[in-house]
């Protein structure tokens, strides 16, 4: 069974601090999406991760999936106030079977 | 823009109602999914279905079902709704030919007293 695991759940960070968010998972997978969720809102994706070293940037944050250690990280760089939200993961595990994190909720205190 | 529509953000229902969530989708997406979402458990998938009239159970099926009689459009069904089945109801869908990443709707708050 495939188990997505995510750390820290709760994270409060001071604005322009650095920070990562990690994503372990169980089972062989090479496809990996974060997702980012405001309060009261739905699910939006940020990055979709489909190879063994992929790497994405968006702003300042930044992804990339190591799939032999089953591992992605979400890395935010001098982080603001905007950021303030819920991260997720998710593996797509079997085609269709997509397993999410728990998630992780960022606070960014000024 | 891919627009996912779930037709009640916000219900409350009675213990051994049935319950309807509606889900419609306006990009021909051969794939449609319904999660629910609790605090501290992420999003689990209760059924998806990757065509008219096909379903399949995904982690949570018990206590729910599904319907997919058109391809845009893909119901989840509480036959007797119970406590335990208040929740966040995420539907989401994605093309076959893709990167696979989902959209989704805006969600379902489901309270069932």
């Known amino acids: 069974e495939l188990k997505v695991e995510q750390n820290p759940l709760f994270l409060s960070m001071q604005e322009g601090k650095n920070y990562t968010i990690y994503c372990n998972y169980s089972?062989?997978?090479?496809?990996l999406y974060w997702y980012r969720q405001d309060p009261g809102k739905s699910l939006e994706s940020l990055f979709v991760l489909l190879s063994n070293g992929a790497v994405k940037q968006e702003g300042r944050l930044m992804a990339s999936l190591d799939t032999k250690a089953r591992l992605s990280t979400l890395h935010i760089t001098a982080a603001v106030h905007d950021l303030s939200a819920t991260y997720f993961c998710a593996v797509d595990y079997n085609n269709n079977d997509m397993r999410f994190g728990a998630g992780t909720r960022l606070t960014v205190k000024p | 823009d891919v627009k996912v529509t779930q037709s009640s953000r916000y219900l409350v229902k009675r213990t051994g109602e049935k319950v309807f969530l509606e889900c419609v989708q306006d990009m021909d997406h051969e794939n449609m999914f319904w999660y629910r979402q609790d605090p501290g458990l992420g999003l689990r998938l209760i059924y998806f279905s990757y065509d008219v009239k096909m379903k399949e159970k995904g982690d949570i099926p018990e206590g729910y079902s599904v319907s997919r009689e058109k391809k845009e459009r893909f119901s989840l069904i509480l036959e007797s709704a119970s406590t335990n089945q208040t929740s966040m109801y995420l539907c989401?869908?994605?093309?076959?030919?893709?990167?696979?990443?989902?959209?989704f709707g805006e969600g379902s708050r489901l309270t069932v007293l």
């Open positions: 989401a869908s994605t093309p076959i030919q893709g990167a696979g990443e989902l959209f």
């Open positions: 089972t062989t997978s090479d496809r």
